[in-house]
């Protein structure tokens, strides 16, 4: 299994940037998809964006055109930028993988506190 540990997060007003990092234990590049989710309080979490190892990308609605996900196979870490942020964007980020013939996300962080308010 893959241990992830997720930071950059932070307090930022509306219209700001941040950039998550994810480290994962081991390679990736054996992976079949790196994604960043989200839970807020008392909402189930969301997948916001996912990455596939031949580097095909997806994002949620809320997100696109905003967000990017981007991977670094040599250093087995996984990036979340995030440029024009809104309120409810406020939430704990996670970091999740997906193994190959697997129809479910791995969820093996603690997550990072994204606090968006002016």
């Known amino acids: 299994q893959v241990q992830l540990v997720e930071s950059g997060g932070g307090l930022v007003q509306p219209g700001g940037s941040l950039r998550l990092s994810c480290a994962a234990s081991?390679?990736?590049?054996?992976?079949?998809?790196m994604g960043w989710s989200r839970q807020a309080p008392g909402k189930q979490r969301e997948l916001v964006a996912t990455i596939t190892r031949s580097g095909s990308t997806n994002y949620a609605d809320s997100v696109k055109g905003r967000f990017t996900i981007s991977r670094d196979n040599a250093k087995n870490t996984v990036y979340l930028e995030m440029n024009s942020l809104k309120p409810e964007d406020t939430a704990v980020y996670y970091c999740?993988?997906?193994?190959?013939?697997?129809?479910?996300?791995?969820?093996w962080g603690q997550g990072t506190q994204v606090t968006v308010s002016s």
């Open positions: 081991k390679n990736i590049f054996s992976i079949y998809r």
């Open positions: 999740n993988y997906r193994n190959y013939y697997s129809d479910y996300d791995v969820y």
